[in-house]
């Protein structure tokens, strides 16, 4: 992938009420990545106004710091919300289409 990632989420957990709790990610530290981190939901809306390039994907086994990136994490209005999704639908609660729950 030729554009700059700041992160790669890996994994989620939701709360009762669909919001997400907290994330498990990796973020970009010069040439190479963190280990894993975890980020609650307000920390990853922060980097996201931040303009962070953030996107999810999973890390490929034996291969150090090299990813499948999938889609791009965003922030989208809804009802006066802020939604983290990766999608493009309108859904009231956030949605990270292909990440597993941990």
Known sequence: MAEKVDGIVEAVRYDDGGCIEMVRMYERRGPTYSDHILVNRAELVERLHK???IYAGTRQEFMAGTFQVTLPVRLVQSD????????????????LTGVPLF
């Open 51 to 53: 303009h962070k390039k």
């Open 80 to 95: 006066n919300r802020e939604v983290v999704t990766t999608t493009s639908d309108t859904n009231p609660c956030d949605n």
